[in-house]
């Protein structure tokens, strides 16, 4: 979203331009008015002589005034390109606009601000907060900076909203509080001063390497992004994108444990290097509330599990766009050799299966416990050949769903990652057992081997990351290849 700003030179421009229309508008429609008058003969032989001079005389102050109608147009014309010149940055009523980029395009918003001076830069940010938050392509600690100012004046816009207990007042429509909870977590994370009151210690990243990428609060649900680790600086990043249930209330913290654990892993196989590795995890959509619903059978009091949202692929379709957009943007920033992978839980990795259909920017994929990513063979997606890895733990029934396509693990040129536990050896000779993940939500679990793989591709040490065969894997899940399940027989965990 740009910011609303119209220079002088512009201004008089647009003018100049009104008038030039108005001007093509009155000749032809005056012309017309002349041709009548003179035809009218009958008029003229019965007029007063005066009456004729004062008609003749109103004929040629109507087309002088239109001759210097067509000299002010250009004479406005004249002066937009001076004024172009001379006050480029000043705006209609004389004050002095904040520099803005030639275009749209991430790339050239980079390059735009690299030139920029400190001042201008100190300008755009004080004057524009929002759009400097939410603007692909920008560094990460300018839009850091921006989000947190944008944070505190959405929290002080509802202050009177919140109850002595700290939460949202009951009176609130639930959307309104789910997104003012909302609010309330991203100020627990990322504000010191809550560090010590608010139960965090599951998220290893410490207070100064968490960004606050994104927030949109315009409309519901709650938009954000986090970052963690130095994306402006590391040489392996992830975006990630979460599943059905995330909203920024419910899930946040729970997401930034997860992807602490994974950075953390990845960090560990690095040497211990955290410069290295930053994670951006996009809650930049409006992700599915439910995986499934009850529905009473008839009149019987009975009722069944069946399909939810989570089963609608229109949330999928609305967020890939700005997907693309972040990730183009991500690129944009890191360069073009950084490792950029993408990651994607449960419905998130279907929405990157749209998203990959389109961009170009990652080196690798990762997906875990997805339902489908719209694509029969990795030749769909525009990633390098063999560079697409699923993991589908035992017990994780969302993993051979087929909602979205054929499943994930019977893609053309998928890589399946082996479930099995196994040992490992870290740098500097520490040896560890990596145990099962079972289930949909344990793959980002601390000593899983299914966490140790997938950091394995985050780093692309790919001697780390174990495949397996699609028979295998069947034998080990204990459910058929080609299996065609049923309308959600069970719901495991609490999240998609």
Known sequence: MTPQRETLASALD????????????????????TRLCENDQSWRESTEPTALAEEDARRVRTEAGMYAANLLVEQLRVQARAAAERFPTVG???ELLSPMPPSNDPYAIRDWWEDLSDSDRSMVMTRNPSWVGSTDGLPMRARHKANLRLLETELANRAHLVGDNGEPIPDLDEEDQRDLRGLLRLQQLFDPKFQDSVDLTTVTTPL???FLYLLDARQYPL????????IDHADHVVVHVPGATTTVDLRLF??????SNLRSEAVRILGGDTRRVAILDWIGYQAPYDIARRRALGDSGASVLVPGEASDDQYARAGAPYLIRCAEGVRAIV???VRLVASGHSYGASVFGLALQETDVFDAAMVVGCPGMFVTSIDQLKIPPNTLFAAVAPGDVVALLNFFGIQV???AGVQILAPVPRTTTYPGGQRALLRLAVGHETYYDLGSVSLHGLAGIVVGDMGRVKTTSLAWLSRITGMASNATMPAIPIVVGSGG
């Not at 647009?14 to 008015?33: C, D």
């Not at 938009?223 to 680790?229: M, Q, S, Y």
């Not at 729970?254 to 992807?259: D, H, K, V």
């Open 223 to 230: 938009r954000i992004a986090i970052v963690l680790g130095d």
């Open 254 to 259: 729970r997401e930034a444990t997860w992807l």
């Open 335 to 337: 360069g073009p050799d």
């Open 92 to 94: 209609v009523s004389g």
């Open 409 to 411: 693990i019977q893609i």
């Open 208 to 210: 100064q390497e968490r």
């Open 14 to 33: 647009r003018v100049s331009t009104t008038i030039a229309h108005a001007l093509a508008e009155a000749v032809p429609v005056y012309q017309h008015y």
